[in-house]
């Protein structure tokens, strides 16, 4: 069965500080990758999206980067970390055919960063 | 820019009630999820709908996906206390190309008191 880790479960940063975010996937091949960002007990904002090993495509403008160093693992980065850069992210994945059924997508249990 | 508008936000009702969510875009989706999601936790898949008009259960939940499969909602009978989280709506957009980008939803906080 496929897995989905994500860490570190919980993250205290002072401004300025580097950022390194990770997340593998487990049980399946090439599959899609995503980073969402997600405001308390809101909906999410998909941040970074990859359909394969270097290709990352950016939603939104902003203080991160990702990459994607191998078929199963993406890494959410940032050289500087702002206050604004505070917030729970989430890491998921998604099959890169969904046979007509729809894009499902399966979700790590997120990293609550706190940026002081 | 592809919106899911869901409503309501907030929802505190007491065990035994009945509630519906709605999740309404202007846009066409091919599919839409429901997730449910617990304070730090990631969300979790409750149901996929693909077909206008589908309507799917789920135990006391029934999820319906609009004719023009551009809204859904769902139905939640004889709320309980463990039906407490945040629902969020989730749509894949037919037009063009989205690598199976989700829309998301802003999601409703849903609270039931016993």
């Known amino acids: 069965s496929q897995t989905i880790h994500q860490w570190p479960a919980t993250l205290v940063q002072p401004v300025g500080s580097p950022l390194s975010l990770e997340c593998t996937v487990e049980?399946?091949?090439?599959?899609?990758l995503y980073w969402y960002r997600q405001a308390a007990g809101r909906g999410l904002q998909l941040l970074f999206y990859?359909?394969?090993?270097?290709?990352i495509s950016s939603e939104v403008p902003q203080n991160l980067s990702a990459s994607r160093p191998q078929d199963r693992q993406f890494i959410l980065s940032s050289k500087k970390l702002l206050l604004s850069d505070s917030g729970f992210y989430l890491c998921?994945?998604?099959?890169?055919?969904?046979?007509?059924?729809?894009?499902?997508?399966?979700f790590g249990a997120g990293t609550r960063l706190s940026v002081l | 820019t592809q919106l899911l508008e869901q409503s309501p936000q907030f929802l505190s009702i007491q065990e035994g009630e009945n509630l519906t969510v709605y999740c309404n875009s202007s846009?066409?989706?091919?599919?839409l999820q429901w997730y449910r999601q617990e304070p730090g936790e990631g969300p979790v898949l409750l149901v996929t709908?693909?077909?206008?008009?589908e309507v799917k259960k789920l135990k006391r939940l029934t999820f319906q996906f609009g004719d023009a499969r551009k809204d859904s909602s769902l139905h939640i009978t004889a709320a309980q206390p463990g039906d407490t989280g945040l629902y969020l709506c989730?749509?894949?957009?037919?037009?063009?190309?989205?690598?199976?980008?989700?829309?998301f939803g802003q999601g409703t906080i849903l609270t039931v008191h016993p």
């Open positions: 998921a994945w998604s099959p890169t055919r969904t046979s007509g059924v729809g894009n499902i997508q399966y």
């Open positions: 049980g399946t091949s090439n599959p899609n």
């Open positions: 990859s359909v394969g090993i270097g290709q």
């Open positions: 846009s066409v989706f091919s599919s």
């Open positions: 709908v693909v077909t206008g008009g």
């Open positions: 989730a749509g894949v957009w037919a037009g063009g190309t989205s690598y199976g980008k989700l829309t």
